[in-house]
């Protein structure tokens, strides 16, 4: 029998997970389960603003342009991730610039990123988690950008990379959206209003950073209503932490969970793709978790053949 290869049952969607060269090449069966499975990267931290522009207009491209390489290699595609973020930031952006210093900061950081990357990122996640958590009584996190910017923050970030790159995706990408509720109404009404404004925006990114058995029911429909929008949507960050003990049953819901979004995106004529944040338990961002489709010893969980089924 043929070997299941997701990014083959995937198409005309892509398969996808972050990428990481702590273990890129370093570890084998790591790299021999990234090197065949997915049809598109993100990288984990390498784009990161803190790793990627750590001093003032003193660029390192060396480790994103690792993984870029090897996403060519693979004949995978490649997600920037990303630029407008509160978190993993130099001091030096965090700090003490002005309103018009931190404005020139991050129009040179987005021009110089993308002109680097020019023809071959896919899509730029170019903000990320900027909606608040305390919605409806805030819309928009509390972080440097919103502090000098307010409301401007995003579609600065937007309109400056439109205008160095009109091909890659435009992407809006956030946590705590996949449901109809508060927090997905807001940046749906954030999102009307780009689209009025004509800030540009192509897509959205659910990062779907789930817990076991607590999938919502509604995220098909707010893929949905976003897709209606004339929007792209993806699934960006997908794991399911079992916050629990590691047994049949948990392994058994989580396969359940991953289908379950997969599925979703499968319904979604404009769902672009489903990434998983990481590939085996043992390199997840969530210590414990068994969040991801492949064990620590780099073997299949039932959740890699629920994705397998629900492609
Ligand atoms: C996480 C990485 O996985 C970690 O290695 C890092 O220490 C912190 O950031 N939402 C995002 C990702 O958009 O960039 C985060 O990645 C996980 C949550």
Not at 90 to 116: C, F, G, R, Y
Not at 254 to 270: F, L, P, S
Request: charged share 20%; glycine share 6%; with cysteine.
């Amino acid at each position: 029998t043929q070997p299941i290869i997701l990014r083959n049952l995937a198409v005309p969607r892509f398969f996808g997970a972050a990428a990481n060269t702590s273990w890129l090449y370093h570890d084998k069966n790591y790299t021999e389960v990234i090197s065949t499975q997915f049809s598109i990267f993100t990288p984990e931290n390498e784009m990161k603003w803190e790793n990627i522009e750590p001093e003032p207009d003193s660029f390192d491209f060396g480790p994103a342009d690792e993984i870029v390489q090897f996403a060519e290699s693979v004949g995978a595609k490649m997600r920037g991730h990303n630029f407008m973020w509160g978190n993993q930031l130099p001091t030096w952006v965090n700090s003490s610039l002005t309103a018009t210093e931190l404005d020139k900061a991050l129009q040179n950081h987005i021009t110089t990123v993308m002109d680097h990357y020019r023809g071959k990122i896919y899509a730029w996640d170019v903000i990320n988690e900027m909606i608040s958590d305390n919605t409806p009584n805030e819309t928009f996190k509390d972080n440097i950008w919103t502090q000098k910017f307010g409301e401007e923050a995003m579609p600065k970030a937007l309109t400056y990379a439109r205008a160095v790159d009109q091909q890659p995706k435009l992407y809006i990408n956030d946590y705590g959206i996949e449901e109809l509720g508060s927090k997905s109404d807001t940046l749906y009404s954030v999102v009307q209003g780009f689209l009025r404004d004509g800030v540009p925006v192509d897509a959205i990114g659910f990062q779907c950073h789930f817990t076991l058995g607590q999938v919502p029911g509604t995220l098909q429909q707010n893929l949905q209503r976003f897709a209606d929008l004339g929007l792209d949507v993806a699934v960006t960050e997908l794991d399911i932490n079992l916050d629990g003990p590691g047994n049949a049953t948990a392994f058994a819901q989580q396969a359940k969970d991953y289908w379950t979004v997969v599925n979703a995106c499968m319904q979604t004529q404009r769902c672009v793709s489903v990434s998983v944040w990481g590939v085996s338990d043992d390199h997840s961002w969530i210590p414990n978790g068994e969040p991801l489709p492949w064990d620590a010893e780099k073997q299949p969980k039932p959740a890699f053949y629920a994705i397998a089924d629900a492609f």
